[in-house]
């Protein structure tokens, strides 16, 4: 029997300690290169439950048509917040053909892992049983069952774990100032209060799965920092003893990762999990928030175990949140025992700004540099830093979707496609290839805070109808829905899922997937903006949003992708290409174009097309695109 049938054909174990892990197995491999992968990250309470066959597809020309008599934004909102929606690994499952449609090659999951029973954590990030899966997704056969389906499609799998805290399993002596909960900061460390139980309740001692935390090697109360509650900013990002490395946060506990055996525990946990469900890589959570030596402790742990059970490039990617310094801090110190790391920080809202045309393309293209010390060089940074238009929580700048702000459905394609064709490893954030942003400009003014809140970043794809009710009471098998709420809906929507795929979004997205993997130099590619010429002006990179452009050179082949960031107005310009691999009298093919994947007929520039190169007075040669669209965006091969 192998492995996968033995624990899933028992209970969860009670200890790590206790499992006897495989190795040298036959697994599904590493890819080759994960520039070559496109990725795309979902909260799986707010994407899918499988049921969207019995709602109606979302007429987003009538949204009002979607909301009941009597709608109120102020319930809408509350039912975002802290809330179960439904969404379950199964619904997942349900919808990788629609994913695969879109060119996506491997999800990134929310945690999964089992939550307090009490609380409402439906993004995953408190911890109560780091060895079993939260029922409201399902169960480890239900992962497991995900993982091997998505393997047979083609596709990959990346867990999001959490290493350097835990749920908010234990209280502190009531005693202490500011609480039991959150007590203020100490260098030093508090006395242990009570462990809780699944009510959430003070108990003397942990005598079931729901109560405290599992397995129970992380039961001993010398396995947290116990410091209190403290600034998650303060602190030098090199001293490993700094406050925003010893706090909790807020309620969640840290981990005393100093603690050999606590690391050494953790680590097993995750190795468990790789064992179980044969996933293809981690998000590493809060990573910033630990020290350079446990990272590269616990990451080459991982790294090494996934090695000798046959996964020879286990992805590992690291939230390293405070700017872009610290994600080169991480990847330097790491090495190779960090793969990558999520761009959520400046280069984020850069990203955003230059897809619209409200910056200059030079803030965008300097981040890629061989001489910028913060992003490295055009060669090292294709592996090493996952782009992120949009997530969960938006550490930098406004909590708002691309969309949300932007003019039209279409132009959040604009901001993929700077994702999908400059240097790095693409992430796609669930609901943006249906351009999800929230209610209409004009319902806005009724929604507190909006903008300025982590819920409206976290609509749900499938419209459910009602909630969960809170707590425990949400997982009553048999009456488990809140219908004094509606659901947290697309678009400020009920009972209407999003799952469209002839959105303005969807469609060009996955136009530009599908170019992205037939061209190896669009993943592998050196990178050079290209200066333009439009109405005599000379050769140069502009902004006011005029056309960016940008060739991707691998050996002899230039693609040369050329894009419109203005949100109403139609754009042209000449372009430079390289001279040496497009000579006088040669030409270039246009390979793909959003304008005619959206909309054949009414298409300027055509698949198929050839545009001639020429030479100008001062021996740039160039090509010329007219009449492109309104956030649209074009590829040419000299090689296609």
Request: glycine share 10%; charged share 20%.
């Amino acid at each position: 029997m192998s492995f996968v049938q033995q624990q899933l054909l028992a209970a969860r174990p009670d200890s790590i300690a206790s499992v006897n892990l495989p190795r040298r197995l036959d697994h599904f491999p590493s890819p080759a290169d994960w520039r070559n992968e496109t990725l795309y990250f979902l909260l799986v309470d707010r994407f899918s439950d499988g049921l969207e066959a019995q709602r109606p597809l979302l007429n987003r020309n009538n949204l009002a048509a979607a909301r009941p008599a009597g709608w109120r934004w102020d319930l809408w909102s509350q039912s975002g917040g802290d809330r179960w929606q439904g969404g379950n690994l199964q619904g997942v499952a349900s919808k990788l053909d629609y994913l695969k449609d879109l060119g996506v090659t491997c999800l990134w999951l929310s945690p999964v892992f089992k939550q307090r029973g009490h609380m409402n954590s439906f993004h995953g990030y408190g911890i109560q049983d780091f060895l079993e899966v939260d029922p409201h997704f399902g169960d480890r056969k239900a992962l497991v069952d995900l993982v091997a389906l998505a393997h047979l499609k083609g596709m990959r799998i990346i867990l999001d774990i959490i290493f350097n805290h835990s749920g908010e399993n234990w209280t502190y002596p009531a005693s202490l100032p500011g609480g039991k909960y959150t007590p203020y900061y100490t260098a030093q460390q508090y006395a242990f209060g009570a462990w809780r139980n699944q009510q959430g309740d003070d108990i003397a001692a942990i005598s079931g799965s729901d109560e405290g935390v599992w397995p129970s090697e992380l039961q001993n109360p010398d396995a947290y920092t116990r410091a209190g509650a403290g600034s998650l900013g303060a602190g030098d990002i090199d001293d490993p003893y700094a406050e925003h490395k010893r706090a909790d946060f807020i309620t969640l506990k840290d981990f005393a990762l100093d603690n050999p055996a606590v690391m050494s525990d953790l680590a097993r946990c995750y190795k468990y999990w790789i064992a179980l469900t044969d996933c293809d890589g981690f998000r590493i959570d809060t990573l910033k928030h630990v020290s350079y030596e446990q990272a590269r402790n616990f990451c080459g742990s991982i790294k090494e175990f996934a090695a000798n059970i046959g996964k020879h490039d286990f992805l590992l990617a690291g939230e390293i949140a405070g700017g872009d310094y610290g994600q080169d801090r991480y990847l330097d110190v790491l090495q190779r025992n960090l793969n990558a790391a999520l761009d959520i920080s400046e280069m984020r809202v850069t990203l955003n700004q230059v897809a619209k045309g409200l910056q200059h393309p030079a803030d965008y293209f300097a981040g890629f540099d061989p001489g910028n010390a913060v992003m490295g060089s055009h060669r090292a940074l294709g592996a090493k830093h996952i782009s992120i238009l949009d997530d969960h929580d938006h550490v930098f700048g406004k909590k708002l979707r691309f969309s949300a702000e932007a003019a039209a459905p279409h132009q959040v394609a604009a901001g993929v496609g700077l994702q999908l064709f400059t240097l790095g490893i693409p992430c796609i954030y669930y609901g943006t290839e249906q351009s999800l942003g929230g209610p209409e400009l004009h319902e806005r003014v009724w929604i507190e805070n909006f903008g300025n809140n982590d819920r409206y970043l976290r609509e749900t794809l499938f419209g459910a109808e009602h909630p969960r009710k809170g707590g425990l009471a949400g997982l009553d098998t048999q009456n488990p829905l809140d219908e004094s709420l509606p659901g947290f809906g697309p678009f400020g929507a009920q009972g209407h899922h999003c799952f469209d795929t002839q959105s303005p979004a969807y469609v060009r997205i996955s136009a530009m997937t599908k170019t992205r993997a037939e061209f190896p130099a669009l993943r592998l590619g050196r990178q050079y903006v290209r200066p333009i010429s439009f109405l005599n002006n000379a050769f140069n990179v502009y902004s006011n949003g005029e056309i960016i452009a940008w060739s991707r050179i691998l050996d002899d082949e230039e693609c040369l992708v050329v894009l419109n960031p203005h949100g109403v107005a139609v754009r042209g310009a000449d372009i430079l290409v390289d001279a040496a691999l497009n000579p006088v009298g040669s030409s270039m093919l246009l390979v793909m174009s959003t304008e005619e994947a959206a909309n054949a007929q009414v298409a300027t520039n055509r698949v198929g097309d050839q545009s001639a190169v020429h030479v100008h007075h001062s021996g740039i040669h160039f090509i010329s695109v007219r009449d492109l669209g309104p956030s649209e965006l074009l590829v040419f091969s000299n090689k296609p």
